[in-house]
C-alpha cells in the first residue's frame, strides 16, 4: 500500500512548503522542482527505522506516520534512531504544522501532483515514496554515457561551488585557524585586540553573508542534485549550510558581545552528524579540529563519493 494522493497533498499542505526540521528554511517543492522528501515516522517496512509492527498498512501511510524533510534531515533523523525516536518526530511534526501557514489549496494541489510525478520507490522502506527530483520512469541512470556525462558535470559545477565558497569565506576560516576560541571571545566581547580580528570584522553586517552565498553561486545547486547520488548531495549541503552557518554565528557575536563557537551550533552538528561518524563530531566538539580542517575532511567525502558513487533513488 502506497501513500495515497489526498494524504500527500493534506501533507505538503500543513508542511507550509518548508522542511520540518527545527530551523530548517528548505523548502518542499521549489518552481517546478521537488527538494524534499516522504519521510516515514514509523518504516513503512520491517527493515526500516522505528518499525512498529502493531500499525496497520493504511496507519503506517497515513497522514499521522509521515513528515516532510530535506534530504539532509531525511538522513540525520534515519540515522540516529536513539535521538529521533517516534515521540520526537510527532512532537517535531506538530510543532512545525501548528507554526507555519498552510499552503493555499490550489497551490497544494499543484505541488501534491510534482511530488508525486517526481516520486520514486523506497528501498529501505518498501511502500514508501521518496520524493525526488528524478523520475526514475524518465532519466536513465543505469550507465548509459549520456547519464554518466551528465552526472559528471553536475558534480563539476558543485565542485565549483564548493571551491567559490571557499574563496568567499576565506577570511573567516583563516581566523578561526590561528586564533582560539578563548582569544576570539576577547576579541568579540571588546577585551582584547589583534590586527588579525580586523579582516573578520566585515561581518558585522548580517547581510554579508548572503552576499558572500550569492558570490559563490550556491543557489544553483539545486540545479544540479538530479544528478548526483543522495550521500554526495548532503555532502555539498552540509559544506554550504557550513561556511553559511559559520558566517552568521560571526555576525550574532558582535551583536551578543561574545563568541559564538561553531562547535556548539546545534544547526551545525545536525548538518555534520548526517554525514560523519559520531565518534568524529564528537571530536569536533571538543575543538580538536578546527574549521577549515572540517571543510577539508567534508571536500575528501565530496571527491571520494563523487568518485564512487552513481546517481541513484534515495533509500
Known amino acids: 500500500m502506497s501513500v495515497r494522493p489526498p494524504i500527500i497533498k493534506r501533507l ?126 524518465t532519466i536513465n541512470f543505469a550507465g548509459g554515457s549520456a547519464a554518466d556525462d551528465r552526472s559528471a558535470k553536475a558534480v563539476e559545477r558543485l565542485w565549483r561551488i564548493i571551491l567559490d565558497l571557499k574563496s568567499a569565506f576565506s577570511d573567516l576560516t583563516f581566523v578561526d585557524t590561528i586564533l582560539t576560541p578563548e582569544e576570539l571571545n576577547g576579541y568579540f566581547s571588546g577585551a582584547a585586540s589583534h590586527p588579525l580580528f580586523e579582516s573578520v570584522g566585515v561581518y558585522r553586517s548580517h547581510d554579508l553573508v548572503i552576499e558572500k552565498m550569492k558570490e559563490a553561486n550556491f543557489s544553483a545547486g539545486e540545479r544540479e542534485r538530479p544528478f548526483v547520488s543522495p550521500r554526495l548531495w548532503s555532502i555539498f549541503w552540509c559544506i554550504q549550510a557550513m561556511y553559511g552557518r559559520a558566517g552568521t554565528l560571526y555576525a550574532l557575536s558582535f551583536k551578543d558581545r561574545r563568541y559564538d563557537d561553531w562547535r556548539r551550533d546545534d544547526g551545525i552538528e545536525q548538518h555534520l552528524r548526517a554525514v560523519l561518524p559520531s565518534e568524529t563530531v564528537d571530536e569536533i566538539k571538543q575543538h580538536v579540529h578546527n574549521l577549515q580542517n572540517v571543510l577539508g575532511l567534508l571536500e575528501s567525502l565530496f571527491t571520494e563519493a563523487a568518485r564512487h558513487g552513481r546517481p541513484m533513488s534515495r533509500c
Open 12 to 137: 505538503f499542505a500543513q508542511s507550509g512548503n518548508r522542511c520540518a526540521f527545527p530551523m530548517c528554511t528548505t523548502p518542499i517543492v521549489e518552481g517546478e522542482t521537488v527538494l524534499g522528501e516522504i519521510c516515514h515516522i514509523a518504516a513503512a517496512s520491517a527493515q526500516g527505522p522505528r518499525y512498529d509492527a502493531t500499525q496497520t498498512d493504511e496507519e503506517r501511510n497515513g497522514f499521522g506516520n509521515l513528515i516532510l524533510l530535506c534530504p539532509t534531515h531525511h538522513t540525520v533523523v534515519d540515522a540516529d534512531l536513539e535521538a529521533y525516536t517516534v515521540a520526537r518526530l510527532l512532537k517535531m511534526k506538530a510543532h512545525h504544522e501548528n507554526g507555519v501557514a498552510a499552503v493555499p489549496d490550489q497551490q497544494a494541489s499543484d505541488g501534491a501532483l510534482l511530488i508525486l510525478d517526481n516520486s520514486v520507490r523506497s528501498h529501505n522502506q518498501s511502500g514508501g515514496l521518496t520524493a525526488q527530483t528524478v523520475n526514475a520512469g
